[in-house]
Each structure stands twice: as C-alpha cells, then as structure tokens.
C-alpha cells in the first residue's frame, strides 16, 4: 500500500468521524438562530390632558409600580371638582326639600278635601235656609199687603162715617160725642193703614235681603264646588310631588356621578408607574401641553422576559412543551442560559403579518414556514437583568 493510499485512508476515516460525531451530536436537539428576548412593553399614556408641570423620572431609570412618572398641572381639574361638588350639595337640598314636600302635600291634600266637602255641605245648608226665609218673608209681605188693603177699607168707611155723622151733627141727629167718636175712628183707621203699609214695606225688604241671601249662598255653593274638585285633584297632586322628588333624587345621582368624574380627572393628572420596569422613549418635558391618550414613556419589566424562537415547520416533529432549552446569547459571547419550552404559536408568523398569504390564487411556491415557540428560562438565570427585548440568541432544544 502506497503512501498515498493510507493518507486518502486516514482522511476518509477522519470524515467518517466527523460526521459521525457530529451526527451523534446533533440527534435529538433542534436549534435555530431566528430568534430574539422579548418581553411585555407598556406604554404610558396620559388620561387627561393639560400642561405638563413636572418629569420626576429619566430614560432608562428603574422606577417601581406606582412611582410617579409624570406630573400635569392639576388647577383646572381642582376647579372642576369645586363645581361639581358645589353642584351636588345644591341637587342634595332640592331632593331633601321635595322629599319634605311629599308628605306635607299628602296631608293637605286630605284635609282640603275634607274642607271642601264640608264648606260644600255649609253651603248647600245656607242656601236652604235662605229659601227657606224667602218663602217666610213672601208669606208675611202677603199677609202685610192683605192688611193694608183691609185697613185701606177700614179708613174709607171710617172717613164716610166722618162725612155723614158732620151732615147729622148739623141737623143736631147726632150728638157731638158720636160725632167725635166716629172721627176718632177715622184717624186710628188711617193710622193703621200706614201702619199696614211701613209693614208692607219692611216685609218687601225682609224679601229683597232674604234673597241676597239666597244669591250670596249660590255663589258659596259654587265657590265650594269648585273648592271640593280643586281639592279632588290631590292625588294627581301628591303624585306631580312625587315625580318632583324622583326627579331630584335622579339629579343627585347624576351630580355624584359628575363629582366621581371629577375626581378620577384630578388623580389622573399624576400618572403613576403601573408596573415596575425600565423608563424607555420618554417624549414628556416639563412646559408640554399634551392631549388626552398621548403617549409619554415606555416601561419594559426585565424581571419577565422571554424567548421567541421561530422554528422551520420541519423541527416540530419531536418538539413539545416542557422541553429543557439552552440559548446562546450572542450579546454576550454566546453565554449560555437554561431555560424550558413554555408553549407553541396556534400559527405560523406569515398568518400574523399585515398581508398573509394567499395561495389559492396565481402561482404558487412551496416556502418553509416558520413557527413561534416561546421559550421561558429557569428560576434565577437573569438575576442581573442582562438580557433586553430585541437581542439576538441561539436557542437549542432538547427534543429527546
């Protein structure tokens, strides 16, 4: 065997091994260097808008949850919250005073009803009495105008008496006291007639009163009617006061509620941290006016990275989750660090991206498509938060 021979020999078996090795290495692990830490980024925006008074905090500065990042002027909103609660005082007493009107209305209501009824009922009395007078007062105006028309008689007769007893005296028939007494007869007749008349004439106005009465009664029977339905209307009434009151109650609800904006608007004017994390992107300055839903910062928590790794369809045969990972960092030299497969993407990236594909219409070009796979380390592996979002790594999995 010639020289040449074994040395063709010895680099044939060197391959061998080599491939052979490497095979043996490589059996059972799936690596890929399309893969990046990731992490959650939080954008802080702001809630109202306004004057930016102060910026407590710096890029890249730790901040914890709940740290004040941004200060905005908080005067106008302090103003608003002064109103809305002056608002509600002023729709708490016009509640209380119509709630105090119910029952006052309710017992109006009843005793002007029962007023009315009975000023109806008094009414309805004086008017029978006063019918009652008028029938009386006509009754002795006949009777008073019957007497004169008898005395009226009475006095002709008398004064005929007068006349011929004075023709007798003469002729000396008569004595003088005949004659005197039939003239005394004659005036006491006139005397009654004119008594006759003044009671004529006191009956006729016993009658004109008695049906003033009469009169007045009728306008207090209607007055009193229309007292008692006036009065009938209480419980539309109570029930205008009640709506009143439900309506006052409905604008105290609704003055809170105003109050409640008010102050969620004032604590908004301190934005606060919402996790704790790293300050990235600050665009607020002091002097800045902003609007509401403008973004001013970033924080990205490093305590909770991760790593995205997108793996050829191909590797997915033997991958499953639980799997033990080790990612080189290429930040970092190739740093090793350990972690786990957490969970695998439900599609591939291209059905995520703005235009996926289509491949039922034109021409179509079989692609390997590559899939997510989130990769999580272990407990205590980044304890110096040396990994960011966005860095390059070499993930390998354990796939046996």
């Known amino acids: 065997m010639t020289p ?4 063709l020999i010895a680099v044939a078996v060197l391959v061998a091994l080599g491939v052979g090795g490497w095979l043996y290495s490589t059996r059972g692990h799936e690596s890929t260097d399309d893969a990046q830490v990731d992490a959650h980024v939080t954008p802080v925006a702001a809630r109202v808008g306004g004057t930016v008074a102060a910026v407590p905090v710096a890029d890249n500065q730790q901040v914890e949850a709940g740290a004040v990042l941004v200060e905005i002027d908080p005067r106008e909103y302090q103003i608003a919250l ?12 016009e509640e209380a005073a119509a709630n105090a009107d119910v029952p006052i209305t309710a017992t109006t209501a009843r005793s002007g009803v029962s007023s009315a009824q009975s000023g109806v009922e008094q009414a309805v009395s004086v008017a029978e009495a006063a019918q009652h007078t008028i029938a009386a007062a006509e009754a002795r105006l006949a009777s008073a ?10 006095a002709v007769r008398d004064d005929r008496n007068v006349e011929r007893f004075k023709g007798l005296l003469a002729k000396d028939e008569v004595s003088q ?7 005394a007869e004659a005036a006491s007749a006139r005397a009654n007639v004119a008594v006759a008349r003044s009671q004529v004439r006191e009956a006729e106005l016993a009658v004109q ?8 009664a009728k306008v207090g029977e209607q007055r009193a009617g229309a007292d008692l339905r006036t009065a009938e209307t209480a419980p539309q009434q109570v029930t205008a006061i009640k709506a009143r009151a439900q309506s006052s109650a409905a604008r105290v609800k609704q003055a809170q509620a105003a109050v409640g904006r008010a102050e969620l608007d004032l604590e908004h004017t301190t934005v606060k941290a919402p996790i704790k994390g790293i300050v990235s992107r600050k665009s607020a300055e002091p002097g800045q006016v902003i609007q509401p839903g403008q973004p001013l910062m970033t924080i990205i928590p490093l305590e909770q990275v991760w790593i995205t790794a997108n793996f050829k369809e191909t590797q997915l045969e033997d991958m499953r989750v639980g799997q033990p ?19 695998i993407a439900a599609a591939t990236g291209s059905r995520f991206s703005l235009l996926p594909p289509e491949n039922a219409t ?10 997510p796979v989130k990769i999580v380390l272990n407990a205590g592996q980044d304890a110096e938060h040396l990994l960011r979002p966005g860095m390059s790594v ?7």
């Open 82 to 93: 002064d109103k809305a609660r002056a608002e509600l005082a002023n729709a708490e007493a």
């Open 394 to 400: 070499t993930p390998t999995v354990r796939t046996r």
């Open 4 to 7: 040449r021979i074994r040395i």
């Open 362 to 371: 034109g021409n179509f070009v079989k692609v390997v498509q590559r899939v």
């Open 145 to 154: 105008q019957a007497r004169v028309i008898g005395e009226e008689a009475t």
């Open 325 to 343: 990972v080790t990612i080189d960092v290429d930040a970092y030299g190739g740093r090793e660090f350990n972690g786990k497969v957490e969970s």
């Open 209 to 216: 009163v008695a049906r003033n009465q009469l009169a007045q």
């Open 177 to 183: 006291q005949q004659y005197d007494a039939a003239v």
